[in-house]
């Protein structure tokens, strides 16, 4: 048996039933974007209780800064200090070079006259020992035993030269002993220079090596803050960019499902309504910016990035001709249109083109549409303005 339903039941329990499929979309849609900004709240935290302790860490590395530019004015100036004492050194080497030279040299004198002292005596007690045996002659007795005039005058000249003959061995003892007196005070004087230079050269040595010391051990100390501070900044900057990256992952994903959630709401148009800018230009896509242009993880991020959903067509922002369309490493399928002066726009991560290459375009027209290509972490289009090729705000034009 056939049952039949009346029509209006029909589309009555269509009705009931699309309603009640949307609210369990939309009940799943808000318990997931309920999550993810639970989770985007939870990683904010964390990023903001990162950046205060890499302020802490940043004071840390502040103070090491300062300790070290005081060790090392420390080191500069025992490294002057340690000049100073090698010059000394030096110079008092030389002077013990000097000393030694002149020491050898009055030994040896003082040999060769400790020589002739020996001869000289040898000599006069030769002649004391003559003088003893011998009568001691006086001149009245030579002029008495003479034989003539001419006889007298030989005595006379030969009693002459006996005298002046003991004078000189006389006063070659005395000079010579003198002499030899004075070498050994001065060999004394010189031994008494040597041991003093001697000791001042080794003292001056062991404080050139204790100061070599010093510089080695604060060159450590140096070296090793300089490591931790390193080691420091490296490791914050890496736990911030980290977390800088796993936010941007979870802003995408809620981006995602805000537009998922908008798109299932209010089904607009195909390519969306037109959203103008400030500057003459005209937004890509019609959604919110994830990710804003500035400094990213050790780079440039060079655009900003508008969530929207996969295959949403995008508009060129402005008339002009596309001088660039391609896969383009990270940026995956990528265009740009260079306008008129200098200013060009560029759109990547798109899933296909609708456009090509060196194609005059016009403002608002469709060039493509939004995916997933290259490096992302979610569907959205990367916009950039460049001003002669270079990256500016695209904040200045939106």
Avoid at 38 to 67: P, Y
Avoid at 234 to 241: I, M, N
């Amino acid at each position: 048996m056939i049952v039949r339903v009346p029509f209006r039941m029909l589309a009555l329990a269509s009705t009931l039933f699309a309603v009640a499929l949307f609210a369990a979309l939309s009940y799943s849609g808000d318990a997931s974007a309920e999550s993810l900004q639970s989770k985007i709240s939870k990683k904010r935290s964390q990023v903001k209780a990162k950046k205060q302790r890499e302020q802490v860490l940043s004071s840390d590395v502040a103070k090491w800064s300062r300790k070290i530019n005081v060790l090392q004015g420390d080191i500069t100036t025992l490294q002057r200090r340690q000049f100073r004492l090698e010059a000394d050194l030096s110079a008092k080497r030389t002077e013990l070079t000097s000393i030694q030279a002149r020491l050898r040299a009055e030994r040896l004198r003082l040999v060769r006259l400790r020589a002739r002292l020996a001869k000289g005596r040898e000599a006069l007690a030769v002649r004391l020992v003559e003088l003893y045996k011998a009568d001691k002659p006086d001149y009245v007795s030579v002029m008495l035993e003479a034989d003539g005039y001419a006889d007298l005058l030989e005595r006379t000249e030969f009693m002459k030269r006996v005298s002046d003959q003991d004078r000189r061995i006389i006063t070659y003892v005395v000079a010579a002993k003198e002499d030899a007196k004075r070498t050994a005070e001065r060999l004394d004087k010189l031994e008494e220079r040597q041991r003093y230079v001697t000791e001042v050269v080794e003292q001056r040595r062991d404080e050139v090596a204790a100061i070599k010391g010093k510089l080695v051990q604060r060159r450590g100390t140096y070296e090793a803050a300089r490591s931790d501070k390193a080691q420091l900044l490296a490791s914050t900057r890496e736990d911030r960019h980290d977390l800088e990256g796993d936010l941007s992952e979870l802003e995408a994903a809620s981006a995602r499902v805000t537009a998922q959630l908008a798109s299932a709401a209010s089904a607009p148009a195909p390519a969306g309504p037109v959203k103008p800018g400030s500057s003459g230009l005209i937004w890509p896509v019609n959604g919110p910016i994830v990710s804003p242009f500035g400094p990213r993880w050790g780079r440039l991020h060079a655009g900003v990035d508008i969530a929207v959903p996969s295959g949403t067509p995008l508009r060129a922002a402005a008339s002009g001709r596309v001088v660039l369309l391609g896969w383009t490493g990270g940026y995956g399928n990528y265009t740009c249109i260079a306008h008129s002066g200098a200013l060009s726009t560029c759109y990547a991560h798109q899933s296909r083109y609708a456009t090509s290459m060196g194609a005059t375009v016009e403002q608002g027209q469709v060039i493509g549409y939004v995916g997933c290509t290259g490096r992302c972490f979610g569907d959205h289009v990367h916009f950039e303005t460049r001003i002669s090729g270079s990256p500016v705000n695209p904040g200045g034009y939106l």
